[in-house]
């Protein structure tokens, strides 16, 4: 992401195959969903870095026919703001991906966020 946020710890998108369902970059992807929703709570918002604590965390749901037909998938993250007061925070938590009916036409995708910690920095 060109003039975007600092990114760290991602593992590769061609080391994990499994989150193809995200599009070819799935970090961009968390990132863009991130920020929409930061922004929603606080127009003045930065998201000045992001990174990931750990290796994401993959389940999956296969059809009757073994077809994979629901993925989730988890990041633990530490996020680095700046709010619209100008006040910077280091926000720490897991974001979730839930992936149901991919392949199909009813496919959907939803996401979010659980805090575990805001602190002033």
């Not at 961009?28 to 604590?53: F, I």
């Amino acid at each position: 992401m060109t003039g975007g946020p600092e990114l760290y710890g991602f593992p590769p998108p061609g080391m994990l195959p499994d989150l193809r369902w995200l599009g070819p970059d799935y970090v961009s992807v968390l990132v863009y969903d991130l920020t929409r929703g930061l922004l929603r709570q606080d127009a003045g918002t930065q998201v000045m870095g992001v990174r990931c604590e750990g290796e994401p965390e993959l389940a999956a749901a296969v059809d009757p026919a073994g077809v994979i037909r629901a993925h989730d998938v988890t990041f633990p993250l530490q996020i680095f703001v700046r709010d619209g007061a100008g006040r910077p925070w280091r926000l720490t938590g897991r974001w979730t991906y839930s992936g149901r009916e991919l392949g199909t036409p009813t496919a959907s995708i939803t996401h979010f966020w659980q805090l575990h910690s805001a602190e002033g920095v």
